[in-house]
């Protein structure tokens, strides 16, 4: 058991504990090596109930930041591990001198709306740099009690962002297990599936701002139906700050802002607004440039994108071992139920009923295949829009336009109400499409081009992908004054 006054590492000596959990210990120190500076020292007891995710998400939290650079995340110091009778790990970071916004709330301080609009900004700016890093870092556990305010009133105050625990990097997330992470009430449901993304952490930061306007912690707040959080009743804030933070926290992650930077602009360009000259909330906050939006592919997608100063091209392959592996369940079928019916047939008659299902069938099975091998072409520049689709590089369908007004697109869902769909067929359709964390299916982006409405791709893409693709378009238009 460590101890006030005790000198770990041979360097930092502990002052008080700041917190502990399960094998885990937080210290305020001093350096003794820089002038007894104050620093916060995080100490892992391995064995007993910290198990090797528990290093891991450790070992991954020192990594992180490490490679972090932002002025309201504090800075990485140390890590080092001691085998004295147990074996401990120690991450060492800057020191932050302020107070959590949960303390602020347990001694009785009420956050006024404008208050609550600079947290708001000041969080999304650092879930800006997280998100735009390659590979993304997400943090997963925004709370209050990982936010610190600084400095007293009348004076400049920031707020910072703590305790990255459960930070994850996407570079190495795909395919593995996973540990579930967050805090009840402030976690999104796709998080505890293991599938946390950008949304993620707007999700948490809505809850977040939902504490600070009610003092109440969402998780004891009630919900409708849907599962959204009801709030509106226990504030005074503004229609236009409760919509804008009723989006962040949608329990459907596709209904939320796709990025910190578009949460970020609706926040202070709110939508009762936009017909007037444009009007900053919060003072200190510079106008927001859609040069500072970047796009990143999600992982493992085989979509090519090209794109130049006045040109965008989408590049949607085929699905061609998707194909073979149909046509095979199909051989395999034929020749079961040939072999066993096929003597039937021959010596009685066959119904015209059994020809027609047969047909439609085959029809079906060919449509399908269809769209398998056909990989999709979109393109967009400054006088047309096309969009082709190709089979072993023949095109057999094309449209262009000559751009004349504007382009939307938005996307297009399949949806399943509940896992199984109450019957058997629901369930098996269910159970082989990959689902998005809603469960509904598969999806696409729907493209309205003048008064055509046009699917981007032959075939269903993935959620991400569709989010991504959106993005993308709508970037390039607006950074090109196309509409």
Known sequence: MLEPQAIVNHRYQLERQLGQNAGRETWLAKDLQKENELVVVKLLAFGGNVQWEDLKLFEREANVLKALDHPRIPKYRDYFSIDDRSLWFGLVQEYIQGESLREYIAKG?????????KIAIAILEILIYLHELS??????????????????????????????????????TEGKSFTVVGTYGYAPMEQYGGRAVAASDLYALGATLIFLLTGISPAELPQDDDARILFSDRTSASHDLVEWIQTLVEPLLKKRYASAQMALEALVHPKSK???????VVPSIQPVTKKSIRN???????????????????????????AIFMLGIISLITLFFGTTFLPYLLITSISPIVVVILLTIVGLILFKLLHLLTTSKFE?????????????????WRDQQTYSGSIYVEPNWTMMRNRYNNNLFGWLVWLSNEKNDDNSLKSNVKIH?????????????RPTEVMWLMELITNFKNSRSLI
């Open 296 to 322: 990143y592919a999600p992982e493992n997608t085989n979509i090519q994108v090209k794109e130049s100063e006045h040109n965008l091209q989408i590049l949607i392959p085929s699905k061609i071992l998707s």
């Open 274 to 280: 936009r017909q007037s000259p444009p009007v900053q």
């Open 109 to 117: 301080h009420k956050f006024t709306e404008l208050q609550v609009k």
């Open 380 to 396: 967009i520049n400054g006088q047309e829009v096309i969009l082709s689709r190709y089979i072993f590089g023949k095109c057999y």
């Open 449 to 461: 081009i003048q008064d055509d409405t046009y699917l981007i791709s032959a075939n269903e893409l």
């Open 135 to 172: 590979p993304q870092v997400l943090h997963r556990d925004i709370k209050p009690s990982n936010l610190i305010l600084t400095g007293t009133e009348g004076e400049e105050r920031n707020i910072y962002l703590v305790d990255f625990g459960a930070v994850q990097d996407k570079a190495s």
